[in-house]
């Protein structure tokens, strides 16, 4: 069974500049996570889809993150613009009905 | 607030030692309860997971966890800790729809 796959792996920007990471989860997956983690943290949650809807962005900085899931399958986050204390590791997560979520590789990200 | 606190930022054992990392998670009702490790440069790949029943959960690579309702506690252990083991280990506690993560314990091996 194929994982969670993320792209692009490492991306390295200028701030106020924008970024767009993808995300793929495991297939039959209803539930996708997105994850920020900065060095030396754990990983903190920005926002969960079900199928296509938003469960829970609370933690998202909606003035410059944005995320979307538009055929409950692939999700994109989005920032825009960039600030120096965005650089960190995106993880995506999926799980089933809720219960165990498995991760992706990351995306690691440097704003300069 | 819902919270999981790893005491140990770093952990230094020799190779062929005994494990012990700790995780408590914040009272109430008793979460799910997860550990994850983080090689350098890589995802979180889920070690083991504590729903309900058997105190004693057994996970990948020989690792197994305990939890303790009057400690609030779900320790991680190992018998024979490998030099492949070194990475980061993170203990989470899922309440509801949310996961919550301690800030990790770095496993460094000497050989």
């Known amino acids: 069974e194929a994982g969670v796959a993320q792209s692009p792996r490492y991306k390295i920007i200028e701030k106020r500049q924008s970024v767009a990471f993808w995300c793929n989860p495991i297939?039959?997956?209803?539930?996708l996570y997105w994850y920020q983690q900065i060095l030396g943290q754990g990983p903190k949650l920005l926002i969960q889809?079900?199928?296509?809807?938003?469960?829970?962005d609370s933690q998202l900085p909606k003035d410059r993150f944005s995320a979307e899931r538009l055929k409950g399958v692939d999700s994109t986050l989005k920032i825009q613009p960039a600030k120096l204390e965005d650089s960190a590791v995106y993880l995506c997560?999926?799980?089933?009905?809720?219960?165990?979520?498995?991760f992706g590789p990351g995306t690691r990200l440097l704003v300069l | 607030a819902q919270s999981v606190t790893q005491p140990d930022i770093h952990i230094t054992v020799s190779e062929g030692a005994s494990l012990e990392l700790r995780c408590n998670y914040s009272?109430?009702?008793?979460?799910?309860l997860f550990w994850y490790v983080q090689s350098p440069g890589q995802g979180l790949q889920l070690l083991l997971k504590?729903?309900?029943?058997?105190?004693l959960v057994q996970g990948i690579k020989g690792f197994e966890a305990e939890f303790k309702r009057s400690q609030s506690s779900f320790n991680l252990r190992k018998p024979s800790v490998h030099w492949s083991d070194a990475a980061e280990y993170f203990c989470?506690?899922?309440?509801?729809?949310?996961?919550?993560f301690g800030a990790g314990t770095i496993l460094r091996v000497k050989s």
């Open positions: 297939s039959g997956h209803a539930t």
């Open positions: 889809f079900q199928n296509n809807g938003v469960v829970d």
């Open positions: 009272y109430g009702a008793t979460p799910y």
């Open positions: 504590y729903f309900s029943g058997d105190t």
């Open positions: 989470a506690a899922q309440y509801g729809n949310k996961l919550v």
């Open positions: 997560a999926s799980s089933f009905q809720g219960e165990t979520q498995y």
